[in-house]
């Protein structure tokens, strides 16, 4: 029987809620497949503060790398607000991210044809959506060097970021999309901004050396203007985006927007030592402890998982349909609710998907 050990963070907020929903369907999953999956729960964030004292202990650290994969919820809230940046629950996400050193960010950006209603672009555009963004998520911009904030001699204030990428830090995220694109419609859109940027004109070219060992993949290139125009005027002609840090942390946004809401948005950090999963929003305070979260994203983080991270795509798809038929059906959480929908609370719209899960 295969075995797997998997790390989940619940975190705080709604996070403890939705992800022991997305457990239920693990454990659904391998009774189905015959799979064993071994759990070790751990504390990050603001309940890692409360019990002790800091957001990420070594202790944490050391079983999230010892780990096959990761599930992590969200953390964060009010209540840890006043301590500094570097002893707040982010701080503690930032950790793992470091330690992990995952350097290619997964974000599907997929409509379901029930939550038509809930895009913000229209029927005729949206058509059948269904795109990944490949973001290269620890070099880039947010990190170059030299950076800051200087007074020059003459009195006058100058702020400055340094936009640059290794050779070695484009091609291991081209190969990252190139493999994805092999097992969806192959086609590739690399997005940058060549004309202007001499850090594109390296990265358009690593991207097209790297294109060389995937002759089935088309690939094309795309300034982000440009991008940023096609996603909303159609983007159904997209498969898989690959794109640097910057340019990948806006266009995310921009695309998600066409899918309606923030409770059904999974994402993925893989690449480095161990991949992890997790939803795209946050903890919701306001709605932390009232059975009514949205479960979809943090559910289909688990699909993601078992895809991305564990190689087995009959029980990533077994998932994502059922959650699929479950929307067919009319369940909703109150944040995707409409008139002639069936109302249910996060538990019971998991229960819904766990009836709709089939072996594939
Ligand atoms: P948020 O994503 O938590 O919430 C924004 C809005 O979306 C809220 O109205 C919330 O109720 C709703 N929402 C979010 N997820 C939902 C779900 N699954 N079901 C139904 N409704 C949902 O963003 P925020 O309010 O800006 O941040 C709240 C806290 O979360 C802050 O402390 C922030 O720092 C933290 N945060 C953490 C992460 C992370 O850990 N990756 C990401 C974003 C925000």
Known sequence: MPEFSITMMPGDGIGPEILSQAKRVIDRIAKLYKHKFNYTTVYIGGCSIDRFGEPLTEETTKTILAS???LFSSVGGEKWNYLPQNRRPEAGLLGIRKAIGGYANLRPVKLFPSMKSFSTLKDSVIKNLDMIIVRELV???YFGEPRGV?????????????????DYEIERVAKIAFDLAMHRERKVVSVDKANVLDVS?????????????????E???MYVDNAAMQIVRDPSQFDVIL???????????????????????????????VDMFEPVHGTAPDIAGMNTANPIAQILSAAMMFRYGLNLHREANSIEKAVEST?????????IFKEGNQKVGTEQMCDAILERIRCE
Not at 327 to 333: E, I, K, P, S
Request: hydrophobic share 35%; glycine share 10%; aromatic share 8%.
């Open 150 to 166: 200087v007074t020059l001699p003459n009195g006058v204030r100058k702020g400055f970021n340094t936009m640059s990428y290794k």
């Open 201 to 217: 004109t390296l990265w358009r070219e690593v991207v097209n050396e790297v294109h060389k060992n995937y002759q089935d993949v």
């Open 68 to 70: 096959d994969a990761l």
């Open 327 to 335: 929307l067919n059906d009319g369940y909703r959480t109150p944040d």
């Open 139 to 141: 070099s880039g911009i």
């Open 243 to 273: 794109t640097c840090n910057l340019f990948g942390d806006i266009l995310s946004d921009e695309a998600s927007m066409a899918t309606g809401s923030l409770g059904m948005l999974p994402s993925a950090a893989v690449g480095g030592d």
């Open 219 to 221: 690939l094309t290139h």
